[in-house]
């Protein structure tokens, strides 16, 4: 979304994109690194307990589909996200000015 | 207090269950078990189980909830069983020989208890997830 707000300036380099804006797409930038640094984490958790019990170093199933199970909600938890996100996006560039 | 918390209460209550199917496992195991490393026959092993405050610093609601932990297996101290059995090589002068307590009807119903709270604890996770999912649809 930053990208939105320096494509913004980068057009019009007379009007430059408010204070205002430009914080606040900072800010959400920085959620939705933060919201995907998340997944990657619990998606890294699943992993490690697929490859201790692919190894047979820990034989915890329930544990391993649990770290599956939180991994699976996590990604659908984002791509909903991103969903949202982008369809917001396009109604915003889809608008008749 | 979100779904994952939820998660993690389950999967304490999931290791608890399988803490104590092992521990019925090997009481029935050694159901008839006379040597033992200390001398003896075998001691009846039961799990303790404490409950933990998931985040003891969080919101008052989340200091209010608690998983399981297994604080310790408890090994029971009791004489044991006393039979008459005079050929067996584990007698004693008097022809006794010394059985661990272990009850097998109780253990089976242990066991059917311990396996129906591994299934209520994995359908709390089944149901969990099936409400996250659900939740993500919202607006579809």
Do not use: C
Request: glycine share 6%; charged share 20%; proline share 3%.
């Amino acid at each position: 979304m930053i990208d939105l707000a320096t494509s913004v300036t980068a057009l019009s380099p007379q009007v430059t994109a408010p204070q205002g804006i430009q914080k606040v797409a900072a800010e959400f930038d920085d959620s939705v690194f933060s919201a995907i640094g998340q997944v990657d984490k619990i998606h890294g958790h699943a992993d490690n307990a697929l490859e201790l019990l692919a190894s047979g170093q820990q034989v915890d199933l329930h544990g391993t589909m649990i770290a599956l199970e939180k991994a699976d909600i996590a990604l659908r938890t984002m791509v909903s996200v991103r969903d949202k996100v982008v369809g917001a996006y396009e109604q915003i560039m889809n608008m008749a000015i | 207090m979100d779904i994952i918390d939820t998660f993690n209460i389950s999967a304490s209550g999931l290791a608890a269950q399988r803490v104590r199917l092992q521990t019925i496992s090997s009481n029935l195991a050694n159901a008839r078990t006379t040597r033992t490393e200390n001398g003896g026959p075998y001691q009846r092993r039961s799990p303790i189980f404490e409950a933990s405050a998931i985040d003891s610093f969080g919101s008052r609601l989340d200091r209010a909830l608690s998983s399981v932990n297994i604080s310790g297996i408890d090994v029971a101290t009791g004489p044991g069983r006393r039979v008459h059995d005079p050929s067996h090589p584990d007698a004693d002068a008097s022809g006794h020989v010394l059985f661990p307590d272990i009850d097998i009807l109780h253990e089976m119903v242990d066991l059917m208890t311990a396996s129906r709270s591994y299934e209520a604890n994995a359908n709390v996770l089944d149901t969990t997830s099936e409400l996250a999912n659900r939740a993500l649809q919202i607006g579809r």
